[in-house]
């Protein structure tokens, strides 16, 4: 067939799949000008001036109507009272963001507002992985993705009913349907994989090089074989596996999570952080831990975060270990005991106005740090979390350096902003929200 022919059959078939998209797309949309072909309305609009042909088009069809670019549908909002009913008295409806194609391509969809979850919990989550396993993971192996999942799920089922109601009544664990059967499916999946981790090691094992967690835990295990009291047991050594993922992921990622959101609503807070970073380390090399002692505001600003977000308000459950006679009052033996952490967090002897995010609840007169005794989102004591030294340095460096290197942008007016946790049961978890990162 010739060349010419084929063309000519081609752009009869686009023009023809374009009217009928165009006349089948409009569907109930707001009424408009018609649509040429492929171009659309792009010929009716002056594009030195588009606003002026808009309140044009306005007049013709009112407030509201729908102009093609290109093929793409396109309704216009003209006036107060249509812009108010639909980003305001409708605003969650509204509330998408549309990226301009050119932008896209020249911004790779970096700038453009995320969700921080994911990569606030791989960081940490790394960290863990490194000390455990002696190994990083890409973020985007499918194994690391896997394990991610399941922590992050496991969290959030600390705060549903039937976990709590299982955690109270563990009787109901096997016969009541609901989240904690997930989570018992999670850790037995997470074990597996730890297991097999442990055996990998256990064929590579130098005595003499230990190289990681396992490899100390399987020399201490070897040298206490002869032992029956022994609790270094491969079960043991999955469970403390479990519980250093579970205490040193999630935990720090949704302390970074929650700290993030504050900083959006407190946008003067994250500059005076950014301009002591500036004066400290400055732009050319990375944030380190010396610099801590020499960045008190910054300093303050983590420890309110933690204050303030009361991510653990009970603690851990204790029991006691003997009859205890407590004040008044005898205690018995392995009787479960909540630390109230929550109200030793939000003192207000020791913090004015404890239920306001203020750095300065860690800053004396002069501008120096100050330590507080009343300081125990890591609780205190003998059960105390083990990870705190290894968490405080990751909130320090993780947040310094996203500030080093970013401007934090909200996608709504900070004073709309909403700390408030999501859900608020063993844990508190912020609510969902997106920004973009900017480039500093």
């Given at each position: 067939m010739d060349p010419t022919v084929v063309l000519v059959l081609c752009l009869s078939l686009l023009l023809l799949f374009s009217l009928w998209k165009q006349s089948h797309g409009r569907g109930n949309l707001p009424p408009g000008p018609t649509p040429l072909p492929i171009l659309g309305n792009i010929l009716q609009l002056g594009f030195k001036d588009i606003s002026k042909s808009l309140?044009?088009?306005?007049?013709?069809?009112?407030?509201?109507?729908t102009v093609y670019l290109g093929m793409?549908?396109?309704?216009?909002?003209?006036?107060?009272?249509?812009?108010?009913?639909?980003?305001?008295?409708?605003?969650?409806?509204?509330?998408?963001?549309?990226?301009?194609?050119?932008?896209?391509?020249?911004?790779?969809?970096?700038a453009s507002p995320c969700d921080p979850t994911f990569i606030l919990g791989a960081a940490p989550c790394n960290v863990i992985c490194s000390v455990i396993f002696q190994n990083r993971f890409d973020y985007k192996d499918q194994q690391f993705l896997n394990l991610?999942?399941?922590?992050?799920?496991?969290?959030?089922?600390?705060?549903?009913?039937?976990v709590q109601l299982c955690n109270m009544f563990p009787i109901l664990i096997d016969y009541l349907p609901g989240s904690q059967k997930t989570t018992i499916r999670n850790n037995t999946y997470i074990k597996n994989y730890v297991l097999e981790k442990v055996?990998?090691?256990?064929?590579?094992?130098?005595?003499n090089n230990p190289r990681d967690f396992i490899d100390c835990f399987l020399i201490k295990m070897e040298q206490e074989k002869h032992n029956p009291q022994s609790e270094f047991t491969i079960e043991n050594?999955?469970?403390t596996v479990l519980d250093l993922f579970a205490a040193g992921t999630e935990t720090t990622s949704t302390t970074l999570r929650y700290g993030l959101?504050?900083?959006?609503?407190?946008?003067?807070?994250?500059?005076?952080?950014?301009?002591?970073?500036?004066?400290v380390i400055g732009r050319?090399?990375?944030?380190?831990?010396?610099?801590?002692?020499?960045?008190?505001?910054?300093?303050?600003?983590v420890h309110e975060i933690q204050r303030y977000i009361d991510l653990v308000p009970n603690s851990a459950p204790h029991a006691t270990l003997c009859d205890v006679k407590f004040r008044n009052y005898i205690i018995p033996k392995g009787t479960i005991v909540f630390p109230s952490l929550s109200s030793v967090l939000n003192d207000n002897k020791e913090f004015p106005n404890p239920k306001e995010f203020d750095p300065a609840h860690f800053l004396d007169k002069s501008g120096n740090f100050r330590k507080s005794d009343y300081f125990v989102p890591f609780s205190t004591g003998k059960r105390a979390c083990v990870g705190e030294a290894l968490a405080r340095m990751e909130l320090f460096l993780f947040l310094t350096t996203i500030l080093q290197n970013f401007k934090l942008k909200s996608q709504v007016d900070p004073e709309h902003i909403d700390t408030t946790p999501l859900v608020s049961g063993i844990s508190r978890?912020?609510?969902?929200?997106?920004?973009?990162f900017l480039p500093v």
């Open positions: 309140t044009k088009l306005s007049e013709v069809y009112g407030p509201v109507f793409k549908p396109t309704v216009v909002l003209h006036g107060y009272e249509a812009v108010k009913e639909a980003l305001i008295d409708l605003g969650e409806e509204f509330s998408g963001r549309r990226i301009l194609p050119v932008n896209h391509k020249v911004t790779k969809g970096l991610m999942g399941k922590f992050n799920e496991n969290f959030r089922n600390n705060n549903v009913l039937s055996k990998e090691h256990q064929e590579s094992l130098d005595i050594l999955l469970i959101l504050l900083l959006l609503k407190h946008p003067e807070v994250a500059a005076k952080v950014q301009e002591e970073i500036e004066r050319h090399r990375s944030p380190s831990m010396q610099d801590r002692s020499r960045m008190p505001y910054t300093d303050a600003v978890v912020p609510r969902f929200y997106k920004l973009s």
